[in-house]
């Protein structure tokens, strides 16, 4: 790696869960309580990198985690930072080893 990096973006993904999910609870005997869920396991996933000099939060919010989630929000990433070279610290997450992730945004191609 040779020149200058401008920014380094440390990435990551989270689920938010639109349920409760209920394990034990304690009752009086005889007033035992049913508790109502959803019965669905839905949920948000959020795709999100910090900029370690700035702490510039740039996310995105989808659906599902898969690599063309992932891609879409690389260039999202890249549009956000128009000028200087990126470094991305990315975990070792399933999204991150996909094949069509191997085409990265190039900002010399324009948007998509």
Known sequence: MTG???????EDESMIRD???IQK???????????QTTGKHRGVKLL???DYGTGKIV???DEQYTAETFLCFLKKVVAEYPTGKIVMVL??????????TGT???RDEGPT
């Open 48 to 50: 999100a990198i910090v």
């Open 19 to 21: 349920y409760q999910a």
């Open 4 to 10: 200058k990096i401008d920014h380094v973006l440390f």
């Open 59 to 61: 996310w995105q919010e």
């Open 104 to 106: 990265v945004p190039n």
């Open 25 to 35: 609870t304690w009752f009086l005997r005889g007033k035992q309580r049913i508790i």
């Open 91 to 100: 975990d070792n997450a399933r999204i991150h080893h996909y094949e069509i």
